[in-house]
């Protein structure tokens, strides 16, 4: 049994926390959060404990594994701290803002030999794994081109926004991650475009709001990514990966199959499912499942501070190649 | 060149007029019609004689094949003339009205080792040619179920339902033509259902507008069809064909591959196209080209009379039920 | 908190138990099966109390709903003992094989004015609850015909298909259910066909293992049923409502949304869910927040015994109608 | 009626050629080849006059209009022979390789006032037409991001190859004239990557079979194009626009509508038709339509050469992009 502990009481946090209790091999015993009530409305909820120290909590004896999903300026600290103490870490994205502090917190991770998974979770949605292994089974023979297409449907509120670290970093992200996953090489070369369609306030924060993105291995593998943050007709996900022996694609969720046919219109589908929590619902839960087996088998984790590493460098080459013009080396 | 003549310079005859003409190895000679223009106009257009005299028509001696798209009652006459001259006879569908006349006439046209294809024209779909080769490549294994959906685009005119025969040998007939053609067994039973949903002064004629029919084969396969006379999205047509191996179908077709996504729907597509000249237009020239392929080669007819009495069958079986209550045997 | 027994611990029951545990509202006391270690072993998963007792279960001061997922011969009893205890109910369909015995069942339940709903899960499937829901709204505008598809994945074993009851109270029972439930009318007259094509010994219980059925309301409204015991490709449910303005329609699900693209075929998808444990695994969780809902607030069973009722009889029509080849009255 | 010569009997020019037949209110005069047999082997199939000799054709009196379908080299000098002629012209792309040279065509054309036509079919495809018509109707609102996958089904013949100006001026140059087509707005910058992953020999054309750009407006619209000289599934051509109010997308073509479903599989369809001269059937043929359309009517040419141009100046800028890891301005 794999007791957890959860820091963090926010959306995401609570995501996680309902996984554990899930999972009929983990417990969750205690939810921690310096912020007002919202560890213990959760811990109420899930009958277990709360705290508001997140920093007694990674210590506690009876804890084997925590989940980091606190605001990102201490992720850092908190992951730090909890592999100091012996304690496996799920962490979620991005490490931290600042390549820097990624790269000296990668290194003191692997130098304590910590158990830190990064939590890129589009990687666990079932047809995102389904892809993968078509792929590792040669299905598509070499990969040729990988298409990402990522779109949120609507803008986050302006204070998030400020605070995001520009979409590059915050939104493609999980994109660059998704490249990795199916490129299965390093990019080594990245041109971008930034604008400003949907929102052009945003150039206050330096920030863009649809983006496109290519990527280029040494081996002269291509991707491309565009994101938008706001897609009226909902979570835009999609992968299209083409190689020397065809493609695989995915399609989007709906909550329903339904079809409407009418006298204007035929094969009328619903919007698609709205937002990441609800449409990589599954993700999450696979993910954590993912983690847990890791640590209870001691297995190599299936996401790594690395792999959190490389995506936050393509999302500051991007940004760096929007504000040059040039392709910006990796 | 196989040298043909159109009798008939309707809807109907002005369709397998053009596919004459585009016909590379065959020659529209002449079009003929007694009523009015209308042989003339088309024949202007494309370039032929015309006449107002379809007997005198079928006499020439350079005519090689006849093209029967008169009305019904029509149809027995000119074929048996055209038989009787050794023309080859390609004739639309019902042969007539009255299955004794049929009988009658399929007798005639055996004995004199008449030429005669009967124009089923959905057999030459391409997509439901390529279901038959499916189904004869073993695909689906042995057939179990034939699931038929059919539906016209709108009501026809008052006057043509009132001399149409009725719902189930003028629009359903095609469906048993179908049924026959996927089953590849004989229906040896048939039970049927008729409503009067869309226009209930149907009852005048004693016509449906919405119908169901069951038809069972000696070894037991099943067949569904359904028929409706006003289907507001556009002309239905859909094949399904079930058996132990798995099943093939088809889909509708339209007049581009635009989908649209919005705010409150995605996936939209067009109606369906509209309606059976439009839908069917690749059928009706194979069609053609199969009748002229046999004729020039002399090679079996590719639809018979045989099959076109068969259908109508069906179609009093149907009707019978309906007023019945009971199966009708074949 | 409304607090559960389940009665049976194979499979459907433990479905029905999983799925009140996860139920924030209300909470699993007791899990009861006569045979062998099946309730313990169930109970000590879900963490409640196990019983050999269904009877004693049902008497618990401390119980206010049972669910019952025993075998068909004992839903009656245990049924009318929990009424007469007070209890509310969740029975598994079919009410009784015999109509006699059921309706018998309804009359005292409904002179005990007792609270019971019968599980017919189809009805809470998401999409199938959309497809009500456009209905309702008006939009396929008059329901003219309802074409309902049907299979399993494969046969049952023998031992299963011997008791029970045959393809129509079995299987097509819920079909029958979800005609109701489109045509929002009762037929009134059913036409079947019964074939054995996939294994002829079925003879011998006089069972079939392919069967289409035809109903038709009072006002005309028709629905098209075809059911096979073995569809290769997966657990085929598919329903299309088509009325005076349109059509809607549901899809299969799949377990991930991965196309193939190759070069010999494209669009490549994965056979379908299997089986209904997993495909309808959101309909059960809602059927039994329906009824938590409808029990906790005192409103009417979503579903009633009537219901169960109907649909029986409907199976027995569309038997005698197969064995007499008459369209048989309901 | 429209007359009309053709020049070239090669491959697109008997496509043309066709297409002037088939048109009822024009007349294929002649057809012109200095090539062995083409010429007389064309006119004798299409029923018109054969010369071998370009020039003298376009001198006709009897001619309004000629068709270019020559070897690229041979476009201009026809192209300004014929402008100076008085003869209006439809030509196939690219005007030529060298961008010099086609600046000075179109500034001859202009100043002779000629009435030039550039055949960019694509953009007669009713499904990208009815993409133009969306957008244009404001379908999208305002467009943000263009998605453009451009596939051909196999490696053309090396000598093709050798002579073809490379991917970017050969093929991708129809996705430059698309993305104008849906940018509705010029390009401004263009980002480019090429790689050599089907065959590693093209290095010695300096040229790629695998390719990727990404352009941008003005006003911060974005494309993204995507090229690869083999796809073994089929030709891939797919569009999307995406915009502030939703997305508009095609699909691709196949021969028939039939679905597979097995064992292994659902929903199988066939590999994507083949090539462009059957993809793009009804394309050619409106574009004719609409060139003779123009031509009688005097109206403006649907496509110009000053299209032309900048589809070529997209081209040699993506070609510099990949040689100099820059986005290069328009």
């Given amino acids: ?115 830190v998974m990064l939590a890129f979770n589009r990687r666990f949605d079932p047809s995102a794994a389904a892809l993968r292994r078509a792929i590792d089974a040669g299905e598509v023979g070499n990969v040729h081109q990988v298409i990402i297409t990522s779109r949120d449907p609507g803008l986050a509120p302006r204070e998030y926004l400020a605070h995001s670290g520009g979409i590059f970093r915050d939104m493609t992200i999980h994109d660059f991650d998704m490249a990795r996953f199916f490129l299965r090489e390093e990019p080594i070369e990245v041109m971008a475009f930034g604008s400003r369609l949907i929102d052009p306030t945003l150039e206050e924060f330096g920030d863009f709001d649809t983006v496109m993105v290519q990527l280029r291995t040494a081996s002269g593998k291509q991707c491309h990514i565009n994101c938008s943050r706001q897609a009226v007709y909902g979570y835009d996900q999609r992968f299209e990966i083409f190689g020397s022996a065809g493609q695989v694609l995915n399609d989007n969720l709906r909550s329903t199959t339904i079809r409407r046919w009418t006298r204007s219109a035929t094969e009328v589908r619903e919007p698609l499912m709205n937002f990441f929590l609800e449409r990589y619902a599954d993700a999450y839960r696979l993910e954590f499942e993912a983690f847990a087996k890791a640590v209870r088998g001691n297995g190599p984790m299936p996401v790594t501070v690395q792999d959190g590493r490389q995506a936050l460098r393509l999302a500051d080459c991007a940004l760096e190649s929007v504000l040059t013009g040039h392709a910006v080396k990796v």
Avoid at 38 to 53: F, T, W
């Fill in 1 to 115: 049994m794999l007791r957890v502990a959860v820091l963090g009481a926010g959306r995401i946090g609570s995501i996680h926390a309902a996984n554990v209790v899930a999972n009929t091999s983990s417990k969750l015993v205690a939810i921690a959060d310096p912020i007002g009530d919202a560890a213990r409305n959760l811990a109420e909820r899930l009958d277990c404990e709360a705290s508001l120290d997140p920093i007694a909590t990674i210590e506690r004896d009876d804890i084997d594994a925590v989940i980091i999903g606190t605001p990102t300026d201490t992720h850092v600290s908190l992951m730090l701290h909890a592999v100091s103490r012996g304690k496996a870490v799920l962490c979620e994205k991005p490490i931290d803002l600042d390549i820097v502090k990624v790269d000296a917190a990668v290194a003191d991770i692997n130098r304590l030999g910590g158990r």
